[in-house]
């Protein structure tokens, strides 16, 4: 990251008196100057981005909310990549810019190595679920069709 957009952005936080878990999105312009068009101050779907660059930021998070002590955290490592399996897919399907089967592998070879909201390979029924759904045409929008057995739970493990 830029240290001096880091610098600015940290800046603008402490402006506003914002103090909590906060994700920022920039688009860089053609004339090389970053625009600020999103602030998350919520959990964010890349979450698992942010966490699997700098282990312990939700847990950090957590700790912060709670008044408990916040342990120091490392820089975030860069080349940590993030997948969202799901738009992927669902593009492949809508898109197809090299094939159906084409595009579901280069989705899935991608997925190798990469952080993702929802594949966990302990883990493996939710996104089995949005896989297959996500291939049936019958099946329009699957992120609001869990199977029965499946409960939707937001949490974070202390």
Same mark, same amino acid.
């Given at each position: 990251?830029?240290?001096?957009?880091?610098?600015?952005?940290?800046?603008?936080?402490?402006?506003?008196?914002?103090?909590?878990?906060?994700?920022?999105?920039?688009?860089?312009?053609?004339?090389?100057?970053?625009?600020?068009?999103?602030?998350?101050?919520?959990?964010?779907?890349?979450?698992?981005?942010?966490?699997?660059?700098?282990?312990?930021?939700?847990?950090?998070?957590?700790?912060?909310?709670?008044?408990?002590?916040?342990?120091?955290?490392?820089?975030?490592?860069?080349?940590?990549?993030?997948?969202?399996? *799901? /738009? &992927?897919?669902? =593009?492949?399907?809508?898109?197809? $810019?090299?094939? !159906? %089967? #084409?595009? *579901? /592998? &280069?989705?899935? =070879?991608?997925?190798?190595?990469? $952080?993702?909201? !929802? %594949? #966990?390979?302990?883990?493996?029924?939710?996104?089995?679920?949005?896989?297959?759904?996500?291939?049936?045409?019958?099946?329009?929008?699957?992120?609001?069709?869990?199977?029965?057995?499946?409960?939707?739970?937001?949490?974070?493990?202390?």
């Amino acid at each position: 990251m830029d240290p001096e957009l880091a610098r600015l952005s940290e800046e603008l936080l402490r402006r506003i008196g914002w103090v909590g878990l906060v994700e920022l999105q920039f688009l860089t312009g053609k004339d090389g100057t970053p625009r600020l068009i999103d602030l998350n101050g919520r959990p964010f779907g890349s979450v698992a981005l942010a966490e699997g660059a700098r282990p312990g930021l939700l847990d950090a998070w957590v700790r912060g909310a709670l008044d408990r002590p916040v342990p120091p955290l490392p820089d975030g490592r860069v080349g940590v990549r993030y997948q969202w399996l *799901v /738009g &992927d897919l669902r =593009r492949a399907r809508t898109e197809r $810019r090299g094939g !159906l %089967v #084409r595009d *579901v /592998g &280069d989705s899935l =070879r991608w997925s190798v190595g990469a $952080r993702h909201s !929802l %594949v #966990r390979l302990d883990d493996p029924g939710p996104v089995a679920h949005l896989l297959t759904a996500r291939l049936r045409p019958d099946d329009p929008d699957p992120e609001t069709t869990a199977p029965a057995d499946v409960v939707e739970v937001d949490a974070l493990a202390s």
